[in-house]
């Protein structure tokens, strides 16, 4: 709600009425793109399939828990079934994007004997790793991106705040008003 009424003050002084219009429309536009955008959830299907291996379950029997456990993924359900009828360097073939590279580690995993466990877990660490990368360059660009608020909103306030005892006693000694 304070955003919507910034943004429109921002947009009514910087173009008028149709700039407070679009000011006004701006931070719900941004909310509803990035409430639109997927989450992905290779995360939690690297975290399941870490759990049910640890806890000493096959690797097809762990993607058959995790698709029934994400029953809303049927890319995963059908790299899970194909998987099981016929191994899992089949089943890379119909694995979309987001499960590809996944199902690539656990067939080249499964083909040379490594432990799953450990690359299960590596690509987890990576997967926050990325993600935590991410949101430290997010975080680091956050005082160009606040440079302009700042300079627009605080620094005139600012100014005035620290130059106006001196202006008023100015102005009294040339007009001699405000005695």
């Keep these: 709600m304070t955003m919507t009424v910034v943004a429109a003050s921002i947009g009514l002084i910087a173009a008028g009425p149709s700039g407070a219009a679009v000011g006004a429309l701006a931070p719900w536009v941004a909310v ?3 409430r639109s955008a997927p989450p992905p959830e290779t995360r939690l299907i690297l975290l399941l399939l870490l759990v049910e291996v640890r806890s ?3 690797i097809l029997a762990a993607l058959q828990a995790a698709s029934a456990a994400l029953a809303h993924r049927p890319d995963l359900r059908r790299v899970s079934r194909i998987a099981t009828v016929s191994g899992l360097t089949s089943a890379i073939a119909v694995a979309g994007p987001q499960l590809r590279p996944l199902v690539t580690q656990l067939a080249r995993a499964q083909a040379s004997g490594a432990s799953l466990v450990g690359v299960l877990r590596s690509m987890l660490e ?3 790793a990325t993600e935590r990368a991410e949101r430290i360059a997010r975080a680091r660009s956050l005082p ?3 440079m302009i608020p700042v ?5 005139p306030g600012l100014v005035l705040l620290l130059y106006a005892p001196s202006l008023f006693g100015l102005f ?5 008003v405000w005695r």
């Design 56 to 58: 000493g379950l096959s």
């Design 126 to 128: 990576r997967d926050l």
């Design 32 to 34: 509803r793109l990035r």
């Design 172 to 176: 009294s000694e040339l007009t001699g």
């Design 151 to 155: 300079t627009l909103l605080m620094l």
């Design 144 to 146: 160009v991106r606040l």
